[in-house]
């Protein structure tokens, strides 16, 4: 079944910590992975697309990789603007557009 | 206005009312979404247009009627909706369906509560 899990559901750091948040993925065959940003009682809003394993893609402060069986969204040296729940989302071979969306993971940026 | 917009942002209804959410799309694409979101699951995908036509109805319960006119607007109609149907309710649109990787831009949600 495909499936995607993101880890972990919240993660605290302080201000200028950086870390690292993990999307894995289980599909028979990847079009694209899409990473989103989510505020309180807002949409989500795009960040980035990645298509094949070995791939990056930077803005500002994130940087978003990608392997045969995860992703992961590095933010460095987070500042407390970055708060927010960040979304992965997996586009299969077989699906001309639906979307397998993890629950997210939360991140909070203490000053 | 820009972007994919929604009305109304709160909507507060018992469970005997009828009302209708409403998207609109600024981005001269021609697929349209609605999803529902609960807390701490993922995005629920519930109907799917392209070009005006329904392509995917993800077995939604027929308390829950998409209307869609055009390719820039998308309606949602409720009518005897039940507490669990609270939730922030998405619309969301992208370039087209013929295939290939194609991104979802969402609207700001309409938070719905279900008395």
């Known amino acids: 079944e495909d499936q995607v899990t993101q880890s972990p559901e919240a993660l605290r750091l302080q201000e200028g910590e950086s870390s690292s948040l993990n999307c894995s993925y289980t599909v028979s065959g990847l079009r694209g992975l899409f990473w989103y940003r989510q505020d309180p009682g807002k949409g989500p809003e795009f960040l980035f697309t990645l298509y094949s394993a070995g791939e990056e893609k930077e803005k500002e402060r994130l940087k978003a990789t990608l392997t045969k069986k995860e992703s992961f969204l590095h933010i460095t040296a987070p500042k407390p603007e970055d708060s927010a729940t960040y979304l992965c989302?997996?586009?299969?071979?077989?699906?001309?557009?639906?979307?397998?969306w993890g629950a997210g993971t939360k991140l909070i940026i203490k000053p | 206005e820009t972007g994919v917009t929604q009305t109304p942002r709160h909507l507060v209804m018992g469970m005997t009312n009828k009302k209708s959410l409403k998207c609109e799309q600024h981005l001269g694409h021609n697929a349209m979404y609605w999803y529902k979101q609960s807390a701490k699951k993922p995005l629920e995908l519930m109907f799917v247009y392209n070009f005006k036509e329904q392509t995917e109805n993800n077995s939604v319960p027929s308390r829950f009627s998409p209307e869609c006119p055009n390719s820039s607007h998308l309606f949602l109609h409720l009518h005897t909706l039940q507490p669990e149907d609270s939730a922030l309710y998405l619309c969301?649109?992208?370039?087209?369906?013929?295939?290939?990787?194609?991104?979802?831009?969402f609207g700001p949600g309409t938070r719905l509560t279900v008395l």
């Open positions: 989302a997996v586009q299969a071979v077989e699906s001309n557009y639906q979307l397998i």
């Open positions: 969301a649109s992208s370039q087209t369906l013929a295939g290939g990787v194609d991104t979802q831009y």
